[in-house]
Structure formats: C-alpha cells, structure tokens
C-alpha cells in the first residue's frame, strides 16, 4: 500500500473562530504534519490566541502539538483586534474551560527560524504576518527556506472587510504585510495569496451545521458552540444567514492545489493612508517586477466542503450525500 508523504508545516494564526476550523482541518489531514502552532496578535490579543490553540487540541486530542506565543502588537501601528466579530474569548464567547499548561520555553519567531532552518517545511499564515517579518528581519536564511508560504489575506477583485479595499489581516499589520511581500519578492519566492476572492465563497451556513451535528455531534456541537457569536455578527452587519470561513480554506489549497486557481503576479501591500493594508496585485505588470505572489481568484465550495466535513467528521465523501444539496455555490 501506498503511503501518503507527510508535509510538515508551522500554523502562524490568531485563534480566531475560523482559525479553529482552520487548525481542525489540518489536524484531521494524514498528509499534513503539524510541526507546531505559532499565534500572532490580532483577532484577540495572543494570549487569547495561545489558549484557544489550546482548546482547539484538546477537542481534536493533539495536546501534544507545541503552540507558541509571538508578536503582541504589530510592527508600528497601534493594536486593533477583531473583538467584535470573534467575540470577547476570540472564540465566539463559547467561554469554553481552559487547558492549562503547555509553557513553551521559546517564542513563535525562535521556533519558526528553528523549524524552517531544518529543510521541509512550510508555513500557513491565518493572521497578520507580524511573526513571519519579524522572521525575515531576524533571519532572511530561515525565511528563505520555507518550502511554501500561504496566507490568508488581502484581496485582488473583491472589496477589503476592514475598509473599501482592504482585508484585515494585511489591514491590521500592513507594514509586516508590506516586509513579507518585499522579502519574497527578494528571495525570489511567491506567497499564496488566499484572499477575500475566493474565502467569501466559504459560507457556513445553519444547514451545514446541523447536518455536520447529525453526522458526528460531538464535532458538530464543538463547532456550533465557537460559530454561534459569528453567525449572529454576519446577520447583524452583512445580512446573511450564515458565516464566512475565511482560514480554512488557505489549509484546504495547502494540501490540494485544486482547491483554487489565480494568477501570478507582484504585489505590494501599502502601509498608510485610505488604501492602508491593501494588496495591490499588479496583474497587468505595470511595475516589471517578477512575481512574488500566486494570487488565488477562483475556488470550487462544494469540493472545499467535501474535504472539510470528510476530514474533521472522519467520513468517507460517499457518506456526504447531502452537501451538494447544502453547500450555497
Ligand atoms: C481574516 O481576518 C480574521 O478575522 C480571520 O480570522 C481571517 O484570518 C479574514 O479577513
Ligand atoms: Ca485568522
């Protein structure tokens, strides 16, 4: 039998409801080995990161993967977190019990230079990049030596969520945004940009969710319980029944390229004014700079979906009969 390579990866995220999903997605993957779980400021401050990575372990039953505080304020603007949409534990005021322990000697900047420095691994970036540019500030080697960046952020055809253009996890942090981009374009790689295009086609919806509780309840509770706060934010300020899962996705294209198509090309990210935090993609290559960027436009829910409910429920796709039915394409 044919064994599936595993490809081991650091998640730099800010748990974070869909961080959660997120780290769920990975952990339930064979071919995906989570070398360790770094949190960065921004949905909550990061010790509300650090515990619910914790939380998130324990209900998958991995209290054995490291998690690792990082950057406690962005690069040179003032911290905003996303409170109000993740609630006041940053995980849909679930108010779940804490997991104690877990101290982790060094930080999320020593681990990930530690890691990476070994060959083989890649980093998926959920929250703004303050970790990864204080990486490639430290140790441009290390930073080179990442196999594959992904991170969820920015937006190319879509509008921004924090402003007219911009999304939040380059918004946030847009100077370390910014360092990251010039830093690849520099080592002569491309971050996958899985941005607003194709995440707002990820729509949990309360279908979905009571169809995930029927086939596990366990899972399904656990996942009701943090995306409740989120559902009620969506109905509230975008009226719609059902809540955009951003982080997931950027896991889902990790581990299958045809999860989403898009374009390569060289982004910058710019650092002020109305435009700060946004991605501009420069698609028609107006500044004749290499590309430093697989900007993703396009993305298939149903086969997202597939993945995500047969990965964290353990079911075979064959037993996901009604997803076609459920999934809002
Ligand atoms: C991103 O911002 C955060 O609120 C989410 O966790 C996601 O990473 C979407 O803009
Ligand atoms: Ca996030």
Same mark, same amino acid.
């Given at each position: 039998m044919?064994?599936?390579?595993?490809?081991r990866?650091v998640?730099?995220?800010d748990?974070g409801?869909?961080?959660?999903?997120?780290?769920?997605?990975?952990?339930?993957m064979?071919?995906?080995e989570?070398?360790?779980?770094?949190?960065v400021c921004?949905?909550?401050?990061?010790?509300?990161?650090?515990?619910n990575?914790?939380?998130?372990?324990?209900?998958?039953?991995?209290?054995?993967?490291p998690? $690792?505080?990082?950057? !406690?304020?962005?690069?040179k603007?003032?911290? #905003?977190?996303? @409170?109000?949409?993740?609630?006041?534990d &940053? =995980?849909?005021?679930s108010?779940l019990?804490e997991?104690?322990?877990?101290e982790?000697?060094e930080?999320?900047?020593? $681990?990930?230079?530690? !890691?990476?420095?070994?060959?083989?691994?890649? #980093?998926?970036a @959920?929250?703004?990049l303050?970790n990864l &540019? =204080?990486?490639?500030e430290?140790?441009?080697?290390?930073?080179?030596c990442a196999?594959e960046l992904?991170?969820?952020?920015?937006n190319?055809?879509?509008?921004?969520?924090?402003?007219p253009v911009?999304?939040y996890?380059?918004?946030?942090?847009?100077? &370390?945004?910014?360092l990251?981009?010039?830093?690849?374009?520099r080592?002569?790689?491309?971050?996958?940009?899985?941005?607003?295009?194709v995440?707002?086609?990820?729509?949990?919806?309360?279908?979905?969710?009571?169809?995930?509780k029927r086939?596990?309840?366990?899972?399904?509770e656990?996942?009701?319980?943090i995306t409740?706060?989120?559902?009620d934010f969506?109905?509230e300020?975008?009226h719609i029944?059902?809540?955009?899962?951003?982080?997931p996705?950027a896991v889902?294209?990790?581990?299958?390229?045809?999860?989403?198509?898009?374009?390569e090309?060289?982004?910058a990210i710019?650092?002020?004014g109305i435009?700060m935090g946004?991605?501009?993609?420069?698609?028609a290559g107006?500044?004749r700079r290499?590309?430093?960027?697989?900007?993703?436009t396009?993305?298939?829910?149903?086969?997202?979906?597939r993945?995500?409910?047969?990965?964290i429920?353990?079911?075979?796709?064959?037993?996901?009969?009604?997803?076609?039915?459920?999934?809002?394409?």
């Open positions: 044919q064994r599936t390579k595993r490809r990866v998640i730099d995220c748990p409801i869909d961080d959660s999903l997120a780290l769920m997605l990975a952990l339930s064979e071919e995906v989570v070398a360790g779980i770094t949190v921004g949905n909550g401050p990061v010790e509300l990161g650090f515990s990575a914790k939380k998130v372990l324990r209900q998958m039953g991995r209290l054995d993967v998690v $690792f505080r990082g950057a !406690e304020h962005p690069l603007r003032e911290y #905003v977190s996303a @409170l109000d949409t993740h609630g006041r &940053a =995980l849909g005021e108010f019990p997991v104690p322990g877990g982790q000697p930080g999320a900047v020593d $681990f990930l230079e530690k !890691e990476l420095l070994k060959g083989g691994c890649s #980093v998926i @959920l929250g703004p303050t &540019a =204080l990486l490639a430290r140790s441009p080697q290390a930073f080179g196999e992904v991170s969820m952020g920015g190319f055809r879509s509008h921004g969520n924090c402003s911009a999304e996890n380059y918004w946030a942090d847009p100077d &370390a945004a910014a990251v981009y010039e830093a690849a374009s080592l002569g790689k491309k971050i996958h940009m899985v941005g607003l295009d995440t707002r086609r990820i729509v949990l919806t309360p279908d979905l969710l009571e169809y995930m086939l596990n309840s366990k899972t399904g656990f996942v009701q319980a409740k706060f989120y559902l969506h109905w300020w975008e029944i059902g809540c955009v899962v951003n982080d996705l889902a294209y990790f581990a299958d390229r045809g999860m989403c198509s898009g374009l090309a060289y982004v710019e650092t002020g435009a946004q991605s501009v993609v420069d698609a107006f500044y290499e590309a430093n960027a697989v900007v993703l396009e993305t298939d829910p149903l086969r997202f979906f993945m995500f409910f047969g990965r429920l353990k079911l075979e796709e064959k037993k996901l009969d009604l997803l076609e039915d459920l999934v809002r394409q």
